[in-house]
């Protein structure tokens, strides 16, 4: 093994083009067949819950996805299901995602072969391809990019155009001028945002890696000065090539009208717009107009710096799950390489496109921005192909002796550990949760043009699939919270108003503890796990009339006590009618208390009404709610009036929401 990572070697590299020989192709054919045997034997095998649910069925049908559209994803996806004769649909977009991230892996190698030729030269290629080997192995089973494979999702395809659009950018910079350069490269980033637009995030790191390549006086690689005239040709080639593919976002408009969701009739008044076939509805659809309200922009830096340095603490620990303390060691010694060998252009690469790619997701507030980091963890990846190299050189200039390939040993470990640690969290062999839901709700005799009701979008999937795949029960409605950007559907609440407005039967999908603070619930034990919902719980008047007002955020309008009169050890059920004045900042807890002549608590009940599906903090102004409580009265209590107080209070702190109100008594009888 020859070491030749001097500065004054590697920093020329980018002159001596780089030749995929066989041996390279040969062992990237074999990193993708083997990640591709790896994913479909842990891929999910039938219908999922969420976008994935998503994704199984609206490329089948050539639908429209969620923002910011994919119009690429559902085409390729299309074909993909339709000529794929191998088990359901479900199961053929899960091999979807396989299929592309075996390739991304194979690429991966490619790419890290590229790049060691530039930085690292030699003659002896054996260990920049075990180094490249290793890594890309390690890359297939780190744990969020492994969990991306085995489900139906658009992310591994985003994974393998970073790829090719690095590898292909680094052919460029070799000839920029050659005309079939330039249009692979700039069709390729076309390609990949009409795909997924975080893939700019790698133009900072491309354009100074290309502004450093330049030639600046004798430090530079030789590329030629072109003239402004073939500059200016190249450049409309290119500018054109990079254009021509966002074409495909023309899909949505024109596929519109004949997908059945992007509207939706809950009756003739109510009409839900899914998505809104104007000019404007396809920018706000293709730039993802609805997401902006994630992005936290405008922050105070140091005013905020004890969040920042919490992200970037998740940063770390995410990191951490991907590769492990070695991995990441690993890439601080790639990194420590190329500042030593001063390999500036691409240190600026990888580094910058790194650290734009992360600052971003930190300041992108969703739900599953993990999967946003692949691509960062992809050049770690190259990182650590690079610490293996330097640790394999380091030994044997120390040694004298061929015993750096023992480092190569050790590196086989690390894929081999990440294997073993990320198997059980990422094998969704067995998950067949969503089927397990929904194939008995549809089984149920539920009646014709019912709403089923959920709060949370996921759950609902399964269900399109199954109406719009497999052409089951096509009479039901599913409504979940914002599927529309409407207020009214803003939460589980407001979604219940609309679908009991409608004059439709109603039905929960699952059980929802809490719900009944704003709906009547009747379970039915042939329509199980369905639940149906009545009508609205406090759509009569109380018993007792009041108007107790709770610092001004909400009032009690009125009560009920029942029995009045019992004996000790009874139970006591009192019914609190809510009835919010503004929009409450917490949630609260509510509270009932039994207190004798002497002020004495002698029995209570505090909850939180509404439990989590209709917490207070999403109660509406003017509407009115039934809070219901079960008071169990000591047994060793004498005869006597007992008053009863209400209120609410913030927990933990039991700061309450203004003063306790009297709402009456009861009798207790010897």
């Known amino acids: 093994m020859r070491c030749s990572s001097s500065p004054s070697v590697a920093r020329d590299s980018n002159s001596s083009p780089f030749v995929l020989a066989s041996w390279d192709k040969w062992i990237a054919g074999i990193l993708a067949g083997g990640s591709a045997a790896l994913y479909i034997r842990t891929c999910a095998p039938s219908l999922l819950f969420g976008d994935s649910g998503e994704f199984q069925f609206v490329p089948y049908i050539l639908g429209i996805a969620h923002p910011t559209g994919y119009p690429l994803y559902v085409m390729l996806g299309w074909l993909w299901s339709h000529l794929l004769p191998l088990g359901n649909v479900a199961y053929r977009m899960n091999v979807f995602s396989s299929f592309w991230a075996a390739l991304t892996v194979g690429t991966i190698f490619l790419l890290m072969r590229s790049l060691m030729t530039r930085i690292v030269g030699g003659s002896d290629l054996a260990p920049a391809r075990m180094a490249a080997g290793i890594a890309s192995a390690t890359f297939a089973v780190s744990q969020t990019f492994w969990g991306q494979a085995v489900i139906a999702e658009v992310y591994t395809l985003h994974a393998f155009f970073v790829v090719l659009v690095l590898l292909l950018f680094l052919r460029w910079t070799q000839s920029p001028l050659q005309r079939a350069r330039i249009v692979a490269f700039a069709f390729t980033f076309g390609l990949a945002l009409a795909h997924h637009r975080t893939i700019l995030a790698l133009l900072p790191g491309m354009f100074v890696c290309f502004l450093l390549l330049r030639p600046v006086g004798d430090r530079g690689v030789s590329v030629a000065l072109p003239r402004a005239r073939v500059v200016w040709r190249e450049g409309m080639v290119g500018i054109t090539c990079l254009l021509a593919p966002l074409l495909l976002y023309l899909y949505l408009p024109l596929r519109a009208p004949y997908v059945p969701y992007t509207t939706i009739s809950l009756s003739r008044e109510q009409q839900l717009v899914l998505y809104k076939n104007t000019a404007q509805g396809l920018l706000d659809h293709i730039t993802g107009a609805i997401f902006a309200e994630n992005l936290r922009l405008g922050l105070d830096l140091w005013g905020t710096m004890p969040s920042w340095t919490t992200h970037l603490a998740v940063v770390v620990e995410l990191l951490r799950g991907q590769f492990g303390l070695v991995g990441i060691c690993l890439a601080f010694v790639g990194l420590a390489r190329m500042v030593w060998a001063r390999q500036w252009p691409w240190l600026s690469l990888t ?122 029960r096509q009479d039901l409605l599913g409504l979940f919270p914002r599927i529309v950007a409407e207020p009214e559907y803003r939460d589980i609440g407001g979604v219940l108003d609309q679908a009991i407005a409608s004059g439709r039967p109603v039905f929960l999908i699952k059980p929802m503890p809490g719900l009944e603070v704003k709906v009547q619930l009747q379970p039915r034990e042939a329509l199980a796990p369905t639940i149906q ?57 509510s509270y009932v208390h039994v207190v004798d002549e002497q002020g004495n608590r002698i029995a209570q009940s505090d909850h939180r009404p509404g439990g989590v599906y209709y917490p207070t903090s999403l109660w509406k102004q003017g509407e009115h709610l039934l809070d219901t409580h079960t008071i169990m009265l000591p047994s060793t209590g004498h005869a006597a009036v007992y008053q009863i107080w209400a209120g609410m209070y913030l927990y933990p702190t039991i700061q309450p929401l203004g003063a306790a109100v009297r709402i009456g008594s009861v009798t207790v009888m010897d």
């Open 533 to 589: 919902v009545v009508g609205l719980a406090a759509a009569r008047s109380p018993m007792h009339r009041m108007d107790a007002q709770l610092d001004g955020y909400v009032r009690l309008i009125g009560y009920e006590v029942m029995p009045t009169v019992v004996r000790a050890g009874d139970t006591l059920t009192l019914h609190l009618y809510w009835e919010p004045l503004q929009p409450l900042p917490h949630n609260y807890t």
């Open 351 to 472: 580094a910058l496109s790194y650290i734009t790619g992360v600052l971003f997701n930190l300041l992108y507030a969703i739900g599953d921005v993990e999967v946003l980091y692949i691509p960062s963890y992809l050049l770690v990846t190259i990182w650590i192909g690079f610490g293996l190299v330097t640790l394999s050189e380091t030994v044997t200039r120390v040694s004298r002796h061929r015993v750096g390939y023992s480092v190569f040993l050790f590196g086989v470990a690390l894929p081999v550990w990440l294997f073993v640690q990320h198997l059980p969290q990422v094998d969704r062999s067995s998950d067949v949760a969503a089927e397990a839901m929904w194939r008995p709700i549809l089984e149920r005799p539920i009646p014709s043009g019912a709403v089923l009701v959920s709060n949370d979008r996921d759950e609902m999937m399964p269900l399109w699939y199954y109406q719009y795949v497999e052409g089951r």
